[in-house]
């Protein structure tokens, strides 16, 4: 009971601080730098730390390559839209991400991966319908992934503003693998099969953006 | 086929066969290594210790905040009312805060959407955060640890973290044991905590060899993920590791808990609350995503899951107990199907209130238990308030998915098994993860997930009718 009464005494410095992640010590670089006993200083980054960076930072840039084309490309309006929010939205996490590497001195890379490429290639080959239900495939696919990627990150990674905007960014591309999902239903004359359809709890902060077929 | 035509078609084959590859590698690349396989830790024992040591308070400090945003954890007990063996009082009152400017009665008027939207779940009714998410592993309460480290010297302590709820919000401690083969003697336990050092005095002349062998098994420590040898443990000694009952005290639950083995990656793993293993006999799912038929699959497989979290990779490197199917599952199993509830004086053979023994109030809320809040439909009286089946609340209509509570990844729980409710009031925290503390705020939580529209009235009968499950 101390320590309940303890704790909601420090609620505000708990929330204010940087304590929020608190990692698995087992998992820290060897040559952490520590502010305070099992603190890794700001910026302090372990093997994970610098792979999420490097493959969430590909991916990033693939989704605006993608969602270019998408634009350019797509038949369906709302697929078209989904594109430019991909590359609204990516665009913007590219950069948060393009900061805290420099600050954490991680190399991203200059160009998607050959995965993305590959996907690209295919995507530039198709046209009509026959794009947008490829294009959608893609985005369901990379979505997935990233969210595993960011929670992998949220609890492996050591550097703790990586790990807030793997946390800020999670519920976004949840989002937008549910569009993506409902989206692809719908070129497929398919309800959405869950109970909350996307369209609705879709608010970006503007709330003016909605998916419309 | 003419020579050249065939060697054509093989030229062309040989041309093919590489191109495919090529594309099924080229579209495959996987996610980090360690996404799904726990890695090596990356520095000795005594640097990840001193380092979890430094963070032990603040990790506290953080669970302990949490908790009391989501709930008001005051001693509270309901007068007059004892769990089966008197020794502690159950809980009540809604336990879960309200989010400002609402009251239960107007959220249970909104719809699933708008309390999405607006962010006014409870947050009592989210899933409830491991103390230490990234870690994860066995927690086990204090007086367990204290109880084994005086029978037994085996140090269950963990130096990363502690447990989290108060006593009083736990079940009683030890708890008592009935035996289906001994109705008539009633809690055999004689007040004490079952150990390896005890059983064969307490249990001899009242259960069969087979039986007394299972029971042996079941409280030998075997290695576990952070009860073990090597660098990777949680634990300042050397340990001999957990047995099934340092969990499932006296086949009961002590509140002890764990993440989920089922789920990947590590902050998507849900916690769980130990299961009590009272009625064992009549149940036919086991585990929490597994849905396992038989209490010897899982018995089997237990160490592979709550010893090392669904990772026989890392159990191998630790120290493996293959359990024998017919000389020590079997065994073991047969110990915990003579394991019955307490006893529901109230309740007739078919599990319905006796009407002469129940009170006004029991059975007007037995009544909204079957009719009115729909819970019977999955808590069925005749096979001990269970249905043996797993079902999806769909939860997530009410909050947005993704977000991060103490570094957990609130999801949606998917299908989860229907729990048993006879002797629920001993069983506190509620849900599968020991989100809910008292049952009044599990009626408050159906009372919204499913749209029961209950009165206060009801909901104040059907926790008084659960009294006497």
């Known amino acids: 009971m101390r320590l309940l009464a303890l704790g909601s005494t420090l609620t505000i410095l708990l929330v204010s601080s940087a304590f929020a992640q608190i990692g698995n010590p087992a998992g820290a670089d060897p040559g952490t730098r520590q502010a305070a006993p099992g603190v890794p200083a700001p910026h302090q980054t372990n093997t994970q730390d610098q792979l999420f960076a490097q493959q969430v930072g590909s991916g990033g840039m693939a989704e605006v390559v993608l969602g270019r084309l998408a634009d350019r490309k797509a038949q369906n309006r709302a697929v078209k839209e989904f594109g430019q929010l991909m590359v609204q939205d990516h665009g913007k996490a590219n950069d948060k991400l393009a900061a805290l590497a420099k600050s954490a001195d991680i190399p991203l890379p200059n160009e ?14 198709l046209n009509g319908a026959a794009f947008d239900v490829a294009y959608l495939a893609a985005q369901v696919q990379d979505h997935q992934k990233t969210a595993q990627l960011l929670q992998w990150e949220i609890n492996s990674g050591q550097d703790a503003q990586l790990q807030r905007f793997a946390s800020e960014t999670l519920p976004i591309v949840l989002k937008h693998l549910r569009m993506a999902q409902d989206l692809a239903a719908q070129t497929a004359g398919q309800t959405p099969r869950e109970f909350a359809p996307a369209t609705t709890g879709m608010d970006h902060g503007d709330g003016s953006r909605r998916v419309r077929q | 086929m003419s020579k050249p035509l065939k060697r054509n078609v093989l030229f062309a084959a040989a041309f093919l066969i590489p191109a495919t590859l090529f594309t099924l590698i080229a579209a495959s690349d996987p996610l980090p290594p360690d996404a799904t396989y726990r ?49 502690k009082a159950v809980q009540g009152g809604v336990r879960v805060k309200l989010p400002a400017g609402v009251t239960w009665e107007s959220l249970a008027e909104m719809s699933p959407d708008e309390i999405r939207q607006r962010g006014l779940m409870p947050e009592g009714f989210l899933p409830l955060p491991h103390v230490k998410q990234a870690t994860g592993g066995q927690v086990i309460p204090d007086r367990h640890i204290d109880e084994i480290r005086r029978q037994e010297a085996r140090d269950l302590r963990r130096f ?56 042996r098994l079941l409280l030998t420590p075997f290695p576990q993920e952070e009860f073990n040898q090597t660098e990777d443990r949680k634990v300042a000694e050397q340990s001999t590791g957990i047995s099934c009952l340092d969990c499932h005290a006296n086949f009961h639950t002590n509140a002890a808990f764990h993440l989920t083995p089922d789920v990947r990656p590590q902050a998507a793993r849900f ?112 096979t001990s308030f269970m249905d043996n089946s797993m079902h999806d609340l769909k939860l997530e209509r009410f909050y947005q998915i993704g977000n991060t509570s103490n570094d957990f990844v609130i999801l949606p729980d998917g299908p989860i098994k229907t729990f048993t409710l006879r002797g629920i009031k001993d ?32 909901k104040e009968a059907l926790v008084a009718y659960m009294l006497t499950l």
């Open chain 2, 160 to 215: 990363d973290v502690n447990f989290d709820l108060p006593d009083h919000l736990t079940p009683e401690f030890p708890p008592p044991v009935f035996l289906t083969t001994q109705p008539h003697l009633g809690d055999v336990s004689r007040g004490q905590l079952l150990t390896i050092k005890n059983f064969y005095e307490f249990m001899n002349g009242i259960i069969t060899p087979v039986q007394m062998e299972g029971l």
């Open chain 2, 271 to 382: 916690r769980l609350d130990t299961t009590s293993l009272r009625g064992v006999f009549n149940q036919q799912v086991h585990g929490s995503k597994r849905s396992l038929r038989s209490v010897e699959d899982f018995t089997e497989f237990e160490q592979r899951t709550a010893y090392f979290n669904g990772d026989h990779v890392s159990a191998t490197r630790k120290g493996v107990h293959l359990p024998d199917r017919t000389n020590q599952v079997a065994m073991m199993a047969q110990m915990q199907n003579i394991i019955d509830f307490p006893p529901a004086p109230k309740l007739d053979p078919f599990g319905r209130l006796d009407r002469t023994k129940a009170t006004e109030q029991e059975l007007a809320g037995e009544q909204v238990f079957f009719g009115k809040a729909r819970c019977a439909e999955c808590h069925v009286s005749q």
């Open chain 2, 39 to 87: 890695p090596l830790p990356t520095r000795p024992f005594s640097a990840v210790k001193a380092d979890d040591e430094a963070q032990k308070p603040r990790v506290m400090l953080r669970q302990a905040d949490l908790l009391n945003r989501r709930y008001d954890m005051s001693d509270r007990p309901i007068a007059g009312v004892m769990m089966s063996a008197a020794r």
């Open chain 1, 112 to 125: 998607p991966d050959p995965e993305h490429k590959a996907v690209q290639a295919r995507l530039e080959g």
């Open chain 2, 427 to 458: 069983s506190p925290p509620y849900l599968h993860d020991g989100r809910l503390m008292t049952l009044a705020d599990t009626v408050e939580f159906f009372n919204l997930v499913l749209g029961l529209k209950l009165t206060q009235q009801e």
